[in-house]
């Protein structure tokens, strides 16, 4: 039992015993009160003595009693938590119940009182101090029991309001710090909520897209109508799990997210909407690509090794590496040309494969040889270092092949060069489908 549970008993005893002592001497006052007047009168019958001292006294004290009970149960209940924005239950109740029972007191007094007038001899006025007196320390003890029933009741509604309070802060710590994008879309789509994560990586606060339809906002046209399909099939209560669809940024970059999906319900249980778990895969994916294509240049010299070792000549060697870069390597096009430091500073085309169309036709070409423009295998030997381009459908130096192409899907080459020494001695050039 806790200190305060303990005052509070000890201040209702007091209170009761209180209450019998003052009904005590009221019944003592009373009965001198009685001899003492008929000693000097003998019109008055001791009977109505009693009453009208009973009449006079017994409903006064017991509003003073009562009120008494209710300014204490009142501090008991507040003075506790005037610290705290939560009212307590005893505050809520109490009160209210104090109240209900002065109520009754009081009824059950003139109740005794109406009995009485109408039939003085079913009820001895004497009795009605002393019945009156009895039930206030009867209601008073229930008042202390329900205070300690409450009190516990609402310990324990303060503990789950402490440990939802809790969970719910623990909640947002989690939303608020989390590394990947937290999203809530309702059945149509809109936006509902995000957190800070989404905010960064894509440029938007929450209160600028808030309502917005999700899919005309963040998700490439092109994306559109697969997308919805997956999100209808999120709300029939399909989860999705690992799908990676991109968004795109305020500043339109696009950035590939991992998503992982459930449905939320309402009240009802009813699917409202969609709550989705997206993961930032950039690095990820740029990873898997740096290793897929050092997979792939240690296949390309694991090749070359048996190529050098099964060839029978020089000119069977070329033209199966270039074959090899193509099948294995997954380039478009393999081309190899060897300098002749002659005056026209000819390149002669040894060995090619993946041509097509006289894209390149097996020709010689100069150094200088201004018609052929800036090709990357010339410039590559002229200078003695690689020359890539990146994009070679746009690039002004290569216009001449940028028709052709365009037509083949060519979109990268690069142009290495075959050095012997400090002599360039030719150079392979290879074309990819890949901005590489």
């Not at 400090?422 to 050039?429: R, V």
Request: net charge positive; glycine share 4%; charged share 20%.
């Amino acid at each position: 039992m806790s200190k305060k549970q303990l005052f509070f008993i000890i201040i209702t005893c007091a209170i009761i015993s209180c209450a019998v002592i003052i009904t005590g001497m009221i019944y003592q006052t009373n009965q001198t009160m009685q001899k003492d007047l008929l000693q000097q009168t003998h019109l008055i019958s001791i009977q109505t003595l009693q009453w009208d001292m009973a009449s006079k006294l017994a409903m006064p004290i017991s509003i003073v009693l009562i009120s008494l009970i209710l300014l204490i149960t009142f501090l008991s209940a507040s003075l506790p938590r005037l610290k705290t924005s939560i009212k307590p239950v005893q505050q809520r109740l109490m009160i209210p119940l104090t109240i209900i029972l002065l109520l009754l007191s009081g009824g059950f007094y003139f109740f005794l009182i109406t009995v009485q007038q109408y039939n003085p001899n079913m009820i001895n006025r004497q009795l009605i101090v002393i019945i009156l007196a009895i039930g206030l320390v009867l209601l008073t003890g229930l008042l202390g029991f329900l205070f300690v029933i409450l009190r516990r009741t609402d310990k324990g509604i303060r503990k789950q309001q402490e440990d939802v309070r809790i969970k719910h802060n623990f909640a947002e710590d989690i939303i608020n710090t989390a590394h990947a994008i937290i999203l809530v879309l309702d059945k149509d789509g809109k936006i509902i909520n995000f957190n800070p994560f989404m905010e960064r990586i894509s440029g938007y606060r929450l209160e600028e897209v808030k309502g917005n339809d999700w899919f005309t906002t963040f998700l490439p046209k092109k994306d559109l109508t697969k997308i919805r399909k997956v999100f209808n099939k999120s709300l029939k209560n399909i989860q999705v799990k690992g799908e990676v669809n991109p968004i795109i940024t305020k500043d339109n970059r696009i950035i590939p997210i991992e998503w992982y999906d459930r449905p939320t319900r309402n009240s009802s249980g009813k699917i409202s909407g969609i709550l989705a778990i997206g993961i930032d895969v950039t690095e990820r994916i740029k990873a898997q690509e740096m290793l897929y294509k050092k997979n792939k240049t240690l296949t390309i010299i694991n090749e070359l090794n048996k190529t050098v070792v099964n060839a029978t000549d020089e000119n069977e060697l070329l033209q199966k590496t270039c074959k090899m870069l193509v099948e294995q390597g997954g380039y478009l096009l393999a081309r190899i040309g060897y300098a002749k430091y002659d005056k026209d500073n000819t390149v002669r085309s040894i060995a090619q494969y993946g041509y097509e169309e006289k894209y390149f036709q097996i020709t010689d070409i100069t150094w200088n040889d201004e018609e052929t423009g800036r090709c990357p295998m010339k410039v590559a030997i002229a200078q003695k270092k690689p020359i890539v381009d990146h994009d070679i459908q746009n690039n002004p130096l290569f216009a001449i092949w940028h028709k052709d192409a365009i037509k083949r899907g060519y979109k990268s080459s690069i142009a290495l060069p075959l050095l012997d020494k400090e002599q360039c001695i030719g150079a392979l050039n290879l074309y990819s489908k890949q901005a590489e």
